[in-house]
């Protein structure tokens, strides 16, 4: 009974899990109240998240989050801006598609495609920028590329969020972990596609895409 109350036993690890997955919803649903720093609270949200995973760091989830909020918020926030930019701008012409009168119907597809793709980078780059140091076109053509090649996943990932607005509206206080939960089923889903993707760099010898701020190429 003693090892099952222990700080080693499943009891206190799943306490803990609850407490991270709640404390990391509240740091990211404020850190994204300005609304164009969401992109910086998104990354935040999953370096510490694979920290929690990887390193099974339970501890410091508060000082994880505003560590990578300040590394990454200029890149993580011109990121986010333009991912919803695109989206604004497609909405928009989306819904003034009238406007096209006869090729309407096939300018519509194209639009659509393009909120596609962008939702899917939007999936991929910020986990990808949460876990390398990485110039921001590089961000984006890796995140097009692994969203695309791997659809399956890609499909797995759309239904994340359906999935937790299933469980908020199932049970309301899942709204405590919504964000905590997608940044979780997100990392577990992308995290070997990632590795997978570092493999074949490395392999296909090209030159380092992943830097960090000295130069040696390491992991964030």
Not at 50 to 70: A, C, E, L, M, Q
Not at 163 to 183: C, D, E, N, T
Request: glycine share 6%; with cysteine; charged share 15%.
């Amino acid at each position: 009974m003693g090892g099952f109350l222990s700080i080693d036993g499943p009891l206190y690890k799943i306490l803990m899990q609850v407490y991270n997955l709640l404390v990391l919803n509240l740091l990211w649903f404020f850190f994204s109240i300005p609304v164009f720093t969401i992109g910086a609270s998104t990354t935040a949200l999953f370096y510490v998240t694979r920290k929690i995973v990887n390193d099974h760091d339970y501890s410091t989830p508060v000082k994880g989050f505003w560590k990578s909020f300040k590394q990454n918020f200029l890149q993580a926030t011109v990121i986010w801006l333009i991912i919803l930019c695109i989206v604004l701008l497609v909405y928009y012409n989306i819904r003034n598609i009238h406007l096209f009168e006869t090729w309407g119907r096939y300018i519509v597809i194209v639009y659509y495609v393009i909120l596609a793709e962008t939702m899917i980078i939007g999936i991929y780059i910020f986990p990808i920028l949460s876990r390398y140091y990485i110039k921001t076109r590089d961000a984006f053509k890796i995140a097009f590329f692994l969203g695309n090649r791997y659809f399956i996943t890609t499909i797995l990932c759309l239904l994340v969020l359906p999935a937790v607005y299933f469980l908020i509206s199932w049970k309301q206080y899942f709204i405590l972990f919504g964000m905590s939960i997608y940044s979780f089923w997100i990392y577990h889903l992308i995290n070997k596609k990632l590795q997978i993707f570092e493999t074949m760099n490395n392999e296909a010898g090209e030159q380092e895409i992943i830097e960090d701020n000295t130069g040696s190429g390491s992991i964030k």
